[in-house]
């Protein structure tokens, strides 16, 4: 007699089902795990290759801005202002006043900023400094105060714009460095050189 295969197979069981679900759980976790390490690894692959032009790049910009320090033969220009960026004139500055310039085309460099003063209604009194106070850095006010001192705003240090920048109060160690400028035919404000020390705290 013969036996119907079909109907001696059993339904499967719940063990059997379980099993079978954990099993496609499991190859379901294995497949997104490498699928999430797929995408780890290429964004870790994009980022490395990001970085090394990253590197190269930001290492000459910094070389760039270290060779832009102000020198003989720059045009002093307003730093801020209604004229920023146009060249001083010195018939532009009353005596017994100041004001803030950085040498034309070198503005990205903030050790660059220069407190021109023009201590009387002689052209050749015009002095030039540092802008960068000596003491943590900080900008000093582009206007003199009442007495007639350079001050910096952070820490209260003031200098003497009419004595070589000399200190006449706070805690700045040092005078501002000075920068020798020259006034020409035109009013024209222009450096000679560089500073005359390191600017900023030492």
């Keep these: 007699m013969q036996h119907d295969t079909a109907s001696n197979q059993l339904p499967p069981t719940r063990d059997d089902r379980d099993a079978s679900t954990s099993r496609l759980d499991a190859h379901t976790h294995a497949m997104t795990t490498r699928r999430n390490l797929l995408r780890w690894t290429i964004r870790v692959s994009y980022g490395a290759f990001a970085l090394a032009f990253a590197i190269p790049a930001l290492a000459l ?10 020198a003989a033969g720059d045009v002093l220009v307003y730093a801020a202002g209604e004229r920023e960026g146009t060249p001083l004139n010195v018939e532009q500055i009353p005596a017994g006043s100041a004001v803030q310039a950085f040498p034309q085309d070198k503005t990205e460099d903030s050790n660059n900023l220069i407190e021109i003063v023009r201590l009387s209604e002689d052209a050749s009194s015009v002095v030039a400094y540092s802008a960068i106070c000596t003491h943590l850095g900080c900008s000093v006010l582009p206007n003199l105060g ?16 009419a004595d070589n920048a000399a200190v006449r109060g706070g805690p700045a160690g040092r005078p501002l460095p000075s920068l020798p400028i020259e006034v020409g035919t035109d009013g024209a404000i222009v450096a000679r050189g560089g500073f005359s020390g390191e600017v900023g705290p030492d």
Excluded at 61 to 70: G, S
Excluded at 146 to 161: Q, V
């Design 61 to 70: 910009r910094t070389l760039t801005q270290q060779t832009r320090e102000v």
């Design 146 to 161: 009442e007495d007639g001192l350079i001050f910096c705003p952070c820490h209260a240090s003031a200098f003497d714009p």
